[in-house]
């Protein structure tokens, strides 16, 4: 056998476990809000400037991994019970029907629509496109989740 396919001993807290480092729980338990927080900003900031769903995707999936890297299998499920194939379908099936949404009023596709709520003193303008970006970031989410619940799967055999 290779010496680079020899299976190694896993670190403190084994490929299930979490890692018993105070610092890095501590460390991730004030960092995931923050990256959850900034993705929503991205996936919000998206349809006017740089970022978007994707980028706002790839960050909560960064989070979710420092997550799951330092609390372990277990607490990383407690936190997001939903089927990974959930969170792709339900995000396809809004990027898709954002998308297409616009044929059916003879216009093409992706064409974004915009509309404004007055809520007292503030107006909220809704774009299309954000609903779209939710979409995406649902897609690389789901993703994310998918391959961390894979390698999941393979460190178990």
Request: charged letters at 10%; proline letters at 6%.
């Amino acid at each position: 056998m290779r010496p680079f396919l020899r299976r190694t001993r896993w670190p403190v807290g084994g490929p299930i476990g979490g890692t018993s480092s105070v610092i890095l729980r501590t460390a991730v338990r004030l960092i995931l809000p923050l990256t959850f927080l900034f993705a929503v900003y991205a996936a919000l900031k998206g349809h006017n400037g740089p970022g978007g769903g994707f980028i706002a995707g790839l960050v909560a999936s960064v989070g979710l991994c420092t997550y799951r890297m330092s609390y372990g299998y277990q607490a990383f499920h407690r936190l997001v019970p939903l089927h990974p194939r959930w969170l792709v379908f339900i995000g396809l099936g809004l990027a898709v029907g954002v998308a297409a949404l616009p044929l059916a009023a003879g216009n093409p596709v992706l064409r974004s629509a915009a509309t404004s709520i007055h809520l007292g003193n503030a107006d909220l303008h809704l774009v299309s496109s954000t609903a779209f970006d939710l979409g995406v970031l649902m897609v690389v989410v789901g993703v994310a989740i998918g391959m961390i619940s894979r390698l999941d799967e393979e460190a178990e055999r």
